[in-house]
């Protein structure tokens, strides 16, 4: 393995403490030292984000642990979704596969091992689009399974899977409309994956995850999941710029070693059933989360 082994990919901002601590998790990897890390640096929005960037830039220069380091530093911002479109895209046409992280996630040791090992497997699978390092805290999932679409968590994918990305968010919309998917798109009407959408379209958000989810959907691709988290998202303390109401992502890691299991090349019904169930809890307790908030102040205003 330790001659094929995918790049690495580390997408960065104005985050010191969070670089730090993604940085060293994955510095503890097994494979960390038979690994080429490429980083990209984007520039920064304003003159109050400069002193950050430079911060983190001036630290990037010293990570050691790996093969070797690649930094590109962007003079201008790109924002996230366009950062990640183009570092994604480039690495991945150099070197035909690829392992994306974000300057927010702390990793198993194995995650490399894992990644690595599933993206050689997989590799000439073409219903398999990507390998995820994440999952949801839902009891009773497999070792390993297959979700349809893709996802964002600390993955892993190959050229011909990101050829399938579509960056025209209107475009997936129209399909998924005319196609009669939005039901299935969104799991059974139980997160509300088409607002996403639409809100990228109207530029509410920049978001080129939901566009990756929805392009893998269409194609009708599948995604491998760890059946516990090789993966925790340490970005919900308000210092990130896309974090949500409710943190599901700060799982506790799995640190036993994942085994290998060759499964069938086939969605996980019960699984996919286990996230319905997950997201109408979640969707439930993000509603109340709010109605709470939007009371509290409606009663300091009376």
């Known amino acids: 393995m330790k001659q094929c082994l995918a790049p690495i990919v580390l997408f960065v901002y104005n985050r010191l403490w969070h670089t730090q601590q993604t940085v060293e998790a994955l510095q503890k990897n097994e494979l960390a030292t038979d690994s080429d890390l490429f980083i990209f640096s984007d520039g920064a929005k304003n003159t109050e ?14 990570i050691a642990g790996f093969k070797s380091v690649a930094i590109e530093e962007s003079q201008q ?48 699978i073409d219903e398999v689009i990507s390998i995820h390092g994440f999952t949801y805290p839902i009891e009773n999932l497999p070792e390993v399974y297959f979700i349809k679409g893709a996802d964002c968590l600390a993955w892993a994918t190959w050229k011909r899977g990101w050829d399938l990305f579509e ?47 929805a392009s893998a959907f269409l194609a009708n691709k599948l995604t491998l999941y760890p059946g516990k988290t090789l993966v925790k998202h340490i970005g919900f303390d308000n ?26 090349t086939i969605e996980n019904l019960e699984a996919r059933q286990n996230f319905e169930i997950f997201f109408k809890k979640l969707t439930r307790r993000s509603l109340f989360a709010r109605i709470k908030s939007k009371l509290k102040r409606v009663l300091r205003l009376n």
């Open 49 to 62: 984000d400069q002193y950050k960037v430079d911060e983190v830039r001036q630290y990037l220069k010293a």
């Open 77 to 124: 911002n790109k924002g996230l979704a366009n950062s990640i479109i183009y570092g994604v895209t480039k690495i991945v046409n150099k070197f035909g596969k690829i392992i994306v992280l974000e300057d927010d996630l702390v990793t198993s040791r194995y995650l490399l091992k894992y990644l690595n090992k599933y993206l050689e497997h997989y590799a000439e």
């Open 167 to 213: 960056s025209d968010g209107q475009k997936l919309l129209a399909l998924l409309t005319e196609k009669n998917l939005v039901k299935e798109f969104e799991f059974n009407n139980s997160y509300p994956y088409m607002q996403m959408l639409r809100d990228q379209i109207a530029g509410k958000n920049s978001s080129w995850a939901i566009r990756w989810y």
């Open 239 to 264: 210092s990130g710029t896309h974090c949500g109401d409710v943190d599901i992502y700060n799982s506790i890691i799995d640190e036993s070693e994942p085994l290998f299991n060759e499964i069938k």
